[in-house]
């Protein structure tokens, strides 16, 4: 039974540029939440997915945009990089009260 | 707004000694979740244990267990006889119970983190 994949694992991209984030949830789950973790800090949630709207939204601009598709696939956008935008990004995947899986994360670097 | 609060950056134990990790939180919900996660140097954040609020008795996972204290609004983890596979940051997070945005699962608030260095 697969877990939750997030790609690409590691990427560098320029400040100004957009970038896109895929995530696919663990098998049988159907809701999707993005947490993004700078460095030595503790995740902060960006937004939840499920039935292909966005459900819930923490703090963050309207920079960051997402997307889940009818497999419950996930991606996640962010526009106009900026230089503290560099983080690990987290998917997880969750199905009603089942608890979070949470993937190995997508190191995005902006320079 | 919940929040969390892990006041020890860092903590460290001796192979098969008990180290306690703190965390207090803040809330004016009196259903809620607690949670503590392991993310060792490969990323993935790991579930390590689960409390309900309204279970007054503490959660045990084996080597792990934790002290509840609702009133103080306290959730600390106590890891006995401890591993060099323990090592790794320690995160505190919450969850309401009640159900947002149409879904029953809702987002997680994390404390700062505990880096656990465990020394053999």
Not at chain 1, 42 to 50: A, H, K
Not at chain 1, 80 to 85: F, K, R
Not at chain 1, 92 to 106: H, I, K, L, N, Q
Not at chain 2, 11 to 30: K, N, P, R, W
Request: net charge neutral; glycine share 8%; aromatic share 12%.
């Amino acid at each position: 039974d697969a877990g939750v994949t997030q790609s690409p694992t590691h990427l560098i991209k320029t400040r100004g540029q957009q970038v896109t984030l895929r995530c696919s949830p663990k098998s049988g789950h159907d809701t999707v939440s993005w947490y993004q973790q700078a460095l030595g800090q503790g995740p902060q949630f960006i937004f939840q997915y499920y039935e292909e709207e966005e459900r819930q939204r923490g703090n963050f601009p309207d920079r960051f945009s997402g997307h889940q598709f009818p497999n419950y696939s996930s991606e996640l956008n962010v526009n106009a990089l900026l230089l503290g935008d560099s983080a690990l990004y987290l998917c997880a995947s969750s199905f009603r009260v089942g608890g979070y899986t949470f993937g190995s994360g997508t190191r995005l670097t902006v320079v | 707004a919940q929040t969390v609060t892990q006041s020890q950056p860092e903590m460290s134990v001796q192979e098969a000694e008990t180290v306690t990790l703190s965390c207090t939180y803040d809330t004016s919900e009196s259903d809620y979740y607690l949670f503590w996660y392991k993310q060792p140097p490969s990323r993935q954040m790991i579930l390590v244990i689960r409390q309900e609020a309204y279970k007054q008795q503490n959660a045990t996972e084996n080597r792990f267990s934790v002290n509840f204290q609702k009133a103080a609004k306290s959730f600390s983890l106590k890891i006995s006889d401890s591993q060099l596979g323990d090592a790794a940051m320690y995160f505190c997070a919450y969850r309401s119970a009640q159900s947002a945005g149409g879904t029953s699962y809702g987002k997680l608030t994390f404390g700062q983190g505990t880096i656990l260095t465990v020394h053999p």
